[in-house]
């Protein structure tokens, strides 16, 4: 299962404003998440090369999907268990990545975050129980 997204980031220098865009796909296989993507300037030209980052599902602390308004997609919002997991994917934030995801991709998302949030469950109380 894969789902597209998207989102925006802003870089100030002295008075400039730089606005780049990252779009990617996240899947999971084998108890990782999987993000690729490239980087994209304002007029849509490639800023980077096609990039892979994967992380360990287990150092996920916590996935939602959050409703966008009425004709917009979403976001798929992920938080790490520690800043530096998400450190390598442009645009994260203190541990925090929000990817958005459009209207059409909205169904694909929200199974995806609940899968993910039962196998998440299913791991923690594996993990209890030994």
Not at 31 to 49: C, I, T
Not at 91 to 119: P, V
């Amino acid at each position: 299962m894969s789902i597209p997204f998207n989102y925006s980031m802003y870089e100030t220098k002295d008075v400039q404003v730089t606005v780049k865009e990252v779009k990617g796909i996240l899947s999971f296989m084998d108890r990782e998440l999987l993000f690729e993507y490239k980087v994209y300037d304002m007029h849509g030209n490639a800023l980077s090369n096609l990039s892979k980052f994967s992380i360990q599902l287990e150092h996920i602390k916590r996935l939602k999907y959050k409703k966008g308004f009425l004709f917009s997609g979403g976001k798929l919002i992920l938080e790490a268990n520690q800043w530096a997991f998400f450190e390598p994917i442009p645009g994260s934030e203190q541990g925090l990545l929000k990817l958005n995801i459009k209207r059409r991709d909205k169904n694909e998302a929200i199974r995806f975050s609940t899968k993910m949030n039962l196998y998440m469950s299913q791991q923690r109380l594996d993990n209890m129980d030994e």
